[in-house]
């Protein structure tokens, strides 16, 4: 066995933190293709609920899971929208409750983004772009979400969230999309 050297320490050698790492790895893993991080619909079965759900039991669900979001579909599993914590968030259901629903009868339907709310990146471009260039493109596009659709087949492949991806980087805060007119105006009148 092969004794190691001590060395003293120098004035320039200093603490070192995992933030100080961040940046570069960061750096180095927003040049990763944006394939690797999708989980293709192809090879994974899509999480997902049923419209009918009552909130407060979609919430409990997405909680119990450790997952902030789910597709919404019907009964023949035909996709209607999605819904995320945020949408089934207190305040959201509160904001139902003021205009006269009962809580106990709100579901999935009521706060889901639509089908027709819902953008999707196409998976033909997504093969040739990086993860930067996605977080870039959610970010100026003010999508927390994006479905990637297959054009050639008209198949629906996945779903990409900047929150996922800022948590899969480790980014010391959360990605939140471009502020919606309805997002300010409710915290103005809030």
Not at 9 to 14: E, G, R
Not at 50 to 72: C, F, G, P, Q, W
Not at 94 to 102: C, H, I, P, S
Not at 119 to 125: C, E, H, L
Request: proline share 4%; glycine share 2%; aromatic share 4%.
């Amino acid at each position: 066995m092969k004794p190691l050297t001590l060395y003293p320490l120098d004035a320039q050698d200093h603490l070192v933190q995992p933030d100080d790492f961040i940046s570069t790895e960061i750096s180095s893993e927003l040049k990763t293709p944006a394939l690797s991080w999708l989980t293709d619909f192809k090879q994974h079965r899509p999480t997902m609920l049923e419209a009918d759900t009552l909130a407060t039991d979609a919430l409990m669900m997405l909680e119990r899971e450790h997952s902030h979001l789910k597709l919404v579909v019907d009964e023949k599993e035909a996709l209607l929208g999605l819904i995320s914590s945020r949408q089934l968030s207190a305040q959201s259901i509160m904001r139902r409750v003021v205009l006269g629903e009962a809580r106990s009868e709100i579901t999935v339907r009521d706060l889901m983004l639509t089908r027709q709310q819902l953008k999707a990146f196409a998976y033909q471009d997504l093969a040739r772009s990086t993860i930067g260039e996605v977080l870039k493109t959610l970010q100026r596009e003010g999508e927390a979400y994006c479905l990637v659709l297959d054009r050639d087949n008209h198949q629906i492949r996945g779903v990409l969230s900047s929150e996922d991806i800022a948590a899969r980087l480790q980014l010391p805060k959360q990605l939140s999309p471009a502020p919606t007119f309805l997002q300010l105006c409710d915290s103005v009148f809030a």
